[in-house]
Structure formats: C-alpha cells, structure tokens
C-alpha cells in the first residue's frame, strides 16, 4: 500500500489527514521529534505538534518528554485494536440515534409498499430478517443449492421457533440440504413455471412475498440477483396465493 492509500484508510478510521500522515511518519523513523516527522513527512512542523496530540489523546503514541520532545509508536496490533474500538463505538453510537428517529418515526397505515433488493447478499440478509418475523408458516423454493444454504439457519430457527417451513424443489441436492436440516421438503415438476428464471421464492404468512430473478439472456439488464418483496400489502397477499397456486 503506498503512502496515499494508507492515509486515505487512517482518515476513514477518524484520524486527521495531518493525523494520519504524522503516524506513518512515526512508523518510518521509529522514534522521531517533530523536526524529523515534517522531514519525512507532507506535514509542516508547525502541524506536528497538532497532530502528535491527536494522536497521543488517542492512544496510539507515547510523547518522551525531553528536549526536543520525541515519539513514539505504540505496537501497531495495539493500534489497530485502539482505532477499531473507536470506530465500533462511533457505529453503536451513529445507529442508536438511528433506531431512536426511527422509532419516532409515525406508522404510515396503508401505504402498500414494494421495495427491491440487489445482490445475493442483500437478499439472503433480507430473507433471514423475514424468516425471522414469520408466524406461522414459510414457503421457500429455489433451483440452486448455494441459495438454500445461505438461508438454511434462517429457515431451521423459524422451525424451531414452531413455524411450519416447508421447502420445495425440483432439485435433488435442494431438498437434500433441507431435509439434512430437518426441515420438510416437498417435489414439484422440473417444468414449473413459477421457477423459470427465479432465483428464489419466499412466502410467509401469506402476507409476505419476496421473489428473485438470476441473470439471464432473456434479461440482460439484470447483472445480479435482483428481488421485490413486500410485506402486509394486498399485493404480497395476491402474488403469494398466485404463487402457492402454482404448486398445489
């Protein structure tokens, strides 16, 4: 990494840009004053001493108090845990203001809302929080056994919590991976329509439909899974009986 890209990563983790390129400074001398940091450094001597404060009050050097007043790096893996706990206390701090203006926010009562989801991670993460809602009943199919693996702790926690989850494939190596799990399996044909081109299919209650496409030929605006889900909306509630439908 040079000398600008790891600035670049000290200031994401909160350091200051003068912060940032006096510790790096630090890590090439060793043990510096700040005439020896602005030598090595895009740092006027002026700034030194700002940004050896800085980096003193949190943590990551030690100040000789001699004359010149020298530095020192703490040990970089110490360094590295004092700048992550900083940013993992500036995250718990950032989302709970979040989740208080969110639980401010009024319920918006009928609104009938759609969203969609990009990525395969997003949709499995999105899956999981959906599973875990779920009340009484989960209907999950997909072709793809990678896409009922990455939701199977999903699907076997609502088991456990008594909700009936069922899985349904026309592949072989899918029912497998659930049935492994303990979760019911059921067989459709290989030529239904409902899974042509779908990645995978989440219904819960009735109430809550998710619906995935993979990449294809026929779409070629689609780059990655894509999905639409929606949650106690008249819409979900017809699309996961039309859905269900096409299985029965």
Known sequence: MDTERAVEALTELGLSTYAARTFIGIQRLGVASASDIAAVTDVPRSQVYGA???????????MQADSPQRYRSVELEQARELLRSRLDARTDR?????????????PTDGQEAIWTTEGTDSITARIATLAGDAVERIFFTTRRPALVE???????????????????????????????????????DDGTGAEISVGRVFIADGSTVLLSVLP???????????????????????IAALIREQFD
């Open 150 to 188: 990455a939701v199977l702790d999903a699907l076997v926690d609502a088991r456990d919590r008594g909700v009936a989850v069922v899985v349904v494939s026309a592949d072989d190596e899918v029912r497998a991976i659930a049935a492994d799990a303990g979760v019911p399996t059921e067989t459709v």
């Open 94 to 106: 950032a989302f709970s203001h979040l989740e208080t203006v969110r639980d401010e926010q009024e």
């Open 52 to 62: 050896t404060d800085e980096l003193e009050s949190l943590g990551l050097v030690d």
């Open 216 to 238: 294809t030929a026929a779409i070629p605006h689609v780059t990655q899974e894509a999905a639409f889900w929606s949650v106690d909306t008249g819409f979900a509630m017809i």
